[in-house]
């Protein structure tokens, strides 16, 4: 029963927001929600490339970023609407300042199996669960495994 729900994508796994759609959807039960579907670019976060920047080129990327997400989901029930929300930064905060600002329920969001590196300096699923203003339910996907979404016994 959750009627504001923010999903983070990350749209080179465009494969995932379908899952993540429909465990949003599920969450929903049934009432009016709008899930809000957001994709932080986090190509100027050290702005190593500020001096030879166009800034018609990163119009350009939002503008793509933010029709592929209204792409995506078309086909979902009526009681849930759709609003595509573009940021600059690092993932971690963005996906944290834009549920606190959208007062979202839940956040519903992708984690890949953890490896050595994310030992050392985290994850961004690990930073918005411990900071997170509201529910957050990972999905865990493994990227090494190309039968995601199916059980897999190992």
């Given at each position: 029963?959750?009627?504001?729900?923010?999903?983070?994508?990350?749209?080179?796994?465009?494969?995932?927001?379908?899952?993540?759609?429909?465990?949003?959807?599920?969450?929903?039960?049934?009432?009016?929600?709008?899930?809000?579907?957001?994709?932080?670019?986090?190509?100027?976060?050290h702005?190593?490339?500020?001096?030879?920047?166009?800034?018609?080129?990163?119009?350009?990327?939002?503008?793509?970023?933010?029709?592929?997400?209204?792409?995506?989901?078309?086909?979902?029930?009526?009681?849930?609407?759709?609003?595509?929300l573009?940021?600059?930064?690092?993932?971690?905060?963005?996906?944290?300042?834009?549920?606190?600002?959208?007062?979202?329920?839940?956040?519903?969001?992708?984690?890949?199996?953890?490896?050595?590196?994310?030992?050392?300096?985290?994850?961004n699923?690990?930073?918005?669960?411990?900071?997170a203003?509201?529910?957050?339910?990972?999905?865990?996907?493994?990227?090494?495994?190309?039968?995601?979404?199916?059980?897999?016994?190992?």
């Open positions: 029963m959750y009627s504001n729900i923010l999903i983070p994508l990350d749209l080179s796994h465009k494969e995932q927001v379908l899952e993540l759609a429909q465990i949003a959807t599920a969450l929903a039960a049934g009432i009016p929600a709008k899930i809000n579907l957001l994709y932080v670019d986090q190509s100027f976060v702005r190593a490339g500020d001096p030879q920047f166009d800034g018609n080129l990163h119009e350009g990327h939002r503008k793509e970023a933010l029709q592929e997400m209204e792409d995506l989901l078309c086909d979902l029930p009526d009681n849930i609407k759709v609003m595509t573009y940021r600059d930064g690092t993932a971690h905060d963005q996906i944290l300042e834009t549920a606190e600002r959208l007062n979202s329920d839940v956040i519903v969001m992708m984690a890949r199996k953890p490896g050595i590196s994310s030992y050392f300096i985290g994850s699923a690990e930073r918005v669960v411990r900071h203003p509201c529910s957050v339910f990972i999905v865990r996907g493994d990227e090494s495994d190309s039968r995601l979404g199916q059980t897999v016994s190992k």
